[in-house]
């Protein structure tokens, strides 16, 4: 599966982004979904997941705030992002996998290009 992720840009501190992801092939809702983010001269960290039956999972830090939603019909995963701070800067990536919807990057075997999110204060 290819994935093209948009919807990044420059927000102020407090404001919301939604980041999507468009998938190709027909095997779309078969694959668990999540979004990934790496900042600067930082490791790429786990964002969500959501699981081909809907379920979902968040990290810590965005639990609360962020919101993760599929729409196989569209071949499409949404990160709703509110209350935005600028500790959430960072490219954005969105991933597909094949198993179960876990917080593991190396559970997920293709990746989009990335949208860049900055967060100003």
């Known amino acids: 599966v290819q994935l093209q992720a948009s919807g990044g840009g420059l927000v102020q501190a407090g404001g919301s982004l939604r980041l999507s992801c468009a998938g190709s092939g027909r095997t779309f809702s078969t694959y668990s979904m999540a979004w990934f983010r790496q900042a600067p001269g930082k490791e790429r960290e786990f964002v969500a997941t959501?699981?081909?039956?809907?379920?979902?999972n968040y990290a810590n830090s965005v639990k609360g705030r962020f919101s993760i939603s599929r729409d196989n019909a569209k071949n499409s995963v949404y990160l709703q992002m509110n209350s935005l701070n600028p500790e959430d800067t960072a490219v954005y990536y969105c991933?597909?996998?094949?198993?179960?919807?876990?917080?593991?990057?190396?559970?997920?075997?293709?990746w989009g290009q990335g949208t860049l999110v900055t967060v100003s204060s």
């Open positions: 991933a597909a996998g094949g198993g179960a919807a876990v917080v593991y990057s190396w559970a997920y075997g293709y």
């Open positions: 959501i699981g081909t039956s809907g379920g979902t």
